[in-house]
């Protein structure tokens, strides 16, 4: 069955370096590749989702591509924000399928 | 921008007790989802359900039933809480697009088992 494997547990990052969230899929078909983001006492909300014609989707400053060849989908900004310290999670989905296989998450804190 | 609302946001029972969590969205989709969150464990689908009168079983289905009504609302049900289904309970909802494939989560209501 598909499944997802993320950066594990917890990154501390200085302000201003970049950031890189890693996410390895396991999928039969040609999966949709979705990055969700959950700030404190929040609910989590779409952050970027792959596209079918392998533009680069981009959001906030974040950016992912998706790499069949390796199957991978890595979340990367240039420059980490106080305002980026959340909790990541990477779903894979695909055609016909309705449902997401949300990974355990990645907690993200961005240290001035 | 999508609308899902979930009641309660905070509820405190004892084991072996009945307890329904609400979720009610307002944009007309079809499928809905119930899921758990949990340090370690992540977001982890419970039931989810593609239309009225609809129920489909997710990942972790043991010790819930839901029901979904109507259009906008879909329950969740504890018949006999236990103290490990103590968490953090997000309801979502999406459009039957595959193209689209987002969902819209709830606030979230949180459970506690004595």
């Known amino acids: 069955g598909d499944s997802v494997t993320q950066t594990e547990g917890l990154v501390t990052l200085t302000e201003g370096l970049p950031v890189m969230l890693n996410c390895t899929y396991q999928?039969?078909?040609?999966?949709?590749l979705f990055w969700y983001v959950q700030h404190l006492n929040e609910a989590p909300k779409l952050l970027l989702k792959?596209?079918?014609?392998?533009k680069r989707p981009e959001h906030q400053g974040f950016h992912a591509t998706l790499h069949k060849s390796s199957s991978s989908f890595h979340l990367q900004k240039s420059s980490a924000q106080l305002s980026d310290s959340a909790l990541y999670y990477c779903?894979?989905?695909?055609?016909?399928?309705?449902?997401?296989?949300f990974g355990k998450g990645t907690s993200l804190t961005v240290i001035p | 921008e999508a609308a899902v609302t979930q009641s309660p946001r905070n509820k405190v029972t004892v084991t072996g007790g009945n307890v329904t969590l609400s979720c009610r969205q307002t944009n007309s989709h079809n499928y809905m989802y119930w899921y758990r969150q949990d340090t370690g464990h992540g977001l982890r689908l419970i039931h989810y359900s593609y239309g009225a009168g609809n129920l489909q079983i997710g990942d972790v289905p043991d010790g819930y039933k839901a029901t979904r009504t109507t259009q906008e609302d879909f329950f969740l049900l504890l018949e006999l809480a236990s103290p490990s289904q103590t968490s953090l309970y997000f309801c979502a909802s999406s459009e039957a697009d595959w193209a689209s494939y987002e969902q819209y989560f709830g606030p979230g209501t949180r459970l506690t088992v004595l």
């Open positions: 779903a894979p989905t695909h055609t016909g399928y309705q449902n997401f296989y």
């Open positions: 999928s039969t078909y040609s999966p949709f």
């Open positions: 792959s596209f079918t014609d392998n």
